[in-house]
């Protein structure tokens, strides 16, 4: 059995794609073939579809890229838990890792692995999606905040595995604390301007 895929120019001078296939149909005593029919079909549309959705895809990995974000799906009836290449690049972990579900849990701290549970939970019973956002420890042991989604997918009513993202959000969060450290201590500063004056009132008031 023959099957090729290659580029042909034609006679109008497009270049096109063929899909090459064939089969002996008939074969001498020895074995040798004797008769072979096979087709030749334009799959010209296919190849740049393909080559789009490759294209495209290479596109939505480098957005995620770009955005910090990692895909996970958790398999409800085999209990599975299933990461992109790009998660466990966020945690510090092996391309060839293959975390199970409290492997993950056991990233966050304590009070996060509770919070994570039980929105997992909702998911698996009543089908709720859930946004959440936790610190935890990589593998390598830095501090990191994640951004974390999940949605149910449904079968007749029924939830049959989560899926969603998270995202390290590590760097908007310090940029929010240092933000509430600048504003606590400006409102510090603008309290002791205001003492200074009220003091300064006093004195005044008892010069006088």
Request: include cysteine; charged fraction near 25%.
């Amino acid at each position: 059995r023959l099957q090729h895929e290659y580029r042909v120019l034609s006679r109008n001078g497009a270049w096109k794609w063929l899909l090459d296939r064939g089969q002996i149909v008939s074969r001498a005593p020895d074995g040798r073939p004797l008769r072979m029919v096979g087709t030749h079909s334009d799959i010209t549309e296919r190849k740049h579809l393909e080559r789009r959705l490759q294209t495209a895809e290479q596109l939505a990995s480098e957005v995620a890229a770009l955005a910090q974000v990692g895909g996970w799906e958790f398999d409800i009836a085999k209990g599975q838990l299933a990461w992109t290449p790009l998660l466990k690049q966020l945690h510090d972990l092996e391309p060839a890792a293959q975390p199970t579900l409290s492997d993950a849990c056991a990233f966050f701290e304590e009070d996060g692995q509770a919070r994570f549970a039980h929105a997992l939970q909702e998911a698996r019973t009543l089908a709720r999606a859930f946004e959440l956002e936790l610190p935890a420890t990589t593998a390598r042991g830095r501090r990191v905040w994640f951004r974390i989604l999940g949605r149910p997918d449904l079968r007749d009513g029924r939830p049959v595995r989560v899926h969603g993202s998270m995202q390290d959000i590590t760097a908007r969060r310090s940029s929010e604390e240092a933000r509430r450290q600048l504003e606590l201590q400006l409102f510090q500063a603008q309290k002791m301007e205001t003492l200074g004056t009220l003091a300064g009132g006093i004195a005044h008031d008892f010069n006088n």
